[in-house]
């Protein structure tokens, strides 16, 4: 069943947004604040639970064995979905950027690696708590924003630029996008989702249980939306400015290997 917000029940979840720095998602299923959200959908992540674990699990190891691996020479994070592997951060020369993707692309039940760590100096301490209050932001906006389904989102950012992870719809997915790159600071937005039918997110809506499994006309695509005077990156040059959104299909390795966006 579901319920509008109360005044109460909207301060609780946009607190309890903002409030966390890491993904939205959670065991499903779960109520932000205590409480169903506006748009009449639970904050439900859509992976299994099992696959929820094993993403846990792969971010704990990728972690662990980069900073043992690099200590201070490098500033990486890892966000795995379901096994494909987000890296974000620094690295102080292309060697270690290397290194990094192939350590990750190593950890067992990782699918892909999609490498976009910056080559340079680390990011500064006022840089990395902007992208920390721009997280904020954007997860306070997916939440709030009707027909959004926020609780299958992942949300990662650095240097500016957005992040985002989930089993969506191709209308979802546009949305989300647009959604996002309306929201001031942010520079970039890159979807790296899992698209799935209208019907597939009608069956698990309707069981409100997550599934695995589900075949995808257009598995793991990934694209751009550039804010920066409305230009597409991904747009074949001489594309008019404010183009629609590219989304080109991404294909995870059957072996494990790196990629680059």
């Not at 630029?161 to 647009?178: F, N, P, R, S, W």
Request: hydrophobic share 40%.
């Amino acid at each position: 069943m579901t319920h509008s917000f109360s005044t109460r029940g909207k301060l609780l979840a946009l607190a309890a947004v903002i409030g966390v720095s890491g993904t939205l998602t959670a065991c499903a299923p779960v109520l932000v604040g205590g409480v169903a959200a506006t748009t009449a959908m639970v904050a439900t992540d859509r992976r299994t639970v099992g696959q929820q674990v094993t993403d846990k699990e792969i971010n704990l190891k990728v972690d662990n064995d980069l900073q043992v691996k690099f200590g201070k020479t490098a500033r990486i994070n890892a966000s795995s979905y379901d096994g494909v592997v987000l890296l974000t951060g620094d690295a102080f020369s292309e060697k270690i950027r290397g290194e990094a993707a192939a350590i990750a692309a190593s950890v067992p039940q990782v699918k892909s690696v999609i490498n976009r760590l910056y080559v340079g100096p680390l990011a500064s301490f006022s840089q990395i708590t902007s992208d920390t209050w721009l997280a904020s932001k954007v997860k306070t906006t997916l939440l709030t924003t009707e027909g959004i389904p926020y609780g299958a989102i992942v949300v990662s950012v650095e240097r500016d630029d957005v992040y985002l992870q989930g089993l969506v719809t191709q209308a979802e997915a546009d949305k989300i996008a647009e959604v996002v790159a309306s929201v001031g600071g942010v520079k970039k937005v890159f979807t790296l989702f899992d698209i799935m039918t209208p019907e597939q997110a009608a069956a698990l809506n309707a069981s409100k249980q997550p599934q695995s499994g589900l075949p995808s006309s257009n598995p793991t695509p990934t694209g751009v939306t550039d804010r920066a005077g409305g230009t597409n990156i991904n747009a074949p040059a001489g594309a008019a400015p404010g183009a629609a959104t590219t989304v080109e299909p991404v294909q995870a390795p059957s072996s494990p290997q790196a990629r680059p966006l």
